[in-house]
């Protein structure tokens, strides 16, 4: 019977294969650091009191939402990041032209958070959420992803008539919680 040739591959046919494979490993580097780029294109920096909304949508692309504001004013919504960590209102007055810029996924806003606050006004001050989860009695839990060094989530729940019940919570973001995750919760 003739010998069997070894299906393990040699080390030199693991030397031929090294470069390619440290070539994609440099190639998907790249690609991760162009597509953080892609994600943090917002820059509010380079936007000013007095800019037009047409220097705003060229500095920071497409708004994910728009709010009605008093006197014909309004408000555009820049969520930006994994999961929805920052979120950048910039709002304008009748006439286009900006009056303020904020980051509105903190503290200082969840605090504004109060009870029988409309769906509307919820909105329009913290942005869409990150995630919205269907209650019992036709209520809604909606929760907000932000920059922490812990693993929080500020969450509001609505109730059937779109008005905040109770205000909101901060409180842990299950998506960091590893034991659910590796369960499958």
């Not at 008093?70 to 969520?79: M, N, S, V």
């Not at 209102?89 to 032209?97: E, I, S």
Request: hydrophobic fraction near 45%; proline fraction near 5%.
């Amino acid at each position: 019977m003739p010998a069997r040739a070894s299906v393990m591959p040699s080390p030199e046919a693991f030397r031929r294969h090294r470069l390619p494979l440290s070539l994609a490993s440099a190639l998907l580097c790249a690609v991760l650091a162009i597509s953080c780029l892609g994600c943090s294109t917002l820059q509010p920096k380079q936007i000013r009191a007095g800019q037009s909304q047409a220097e705003v949508l060229l500095a920071m692309g497409q708004p994910t939402g728009r709010y009605a504001l008093d006197g014909g004013a309004q408000r555009l919504e820049f969520a930006r990041g994994p999961a929805g960590r920052v979120t950048w209102m910039v709002d304008l007055d009748a006439d286009g032209l900006v009056l303020g810029v904020e980051q509105v996924l903190d503290a200082a806003h969840f605090a504004r958070v109060v009870d029988q606050m409309p769906r509307d006004a919820l909105l329009r001050l913290l942005g869409r959420p990150a995630a919205r989860q269907g209650e019992w009695q036709g209520r809604e839990t909606w929760s907000w992803r932000y920059e922490t060094h812990d693993c929080l989530w500020f969450r509001v729940t609505l109730g059937a008539d779109g008005l905040v019940r109770d205000g909101g919570a901060v409180m842990t973001d299950p998506a960091c919680d590893t034991r659910s995750a590796s369960l499958g919760r």
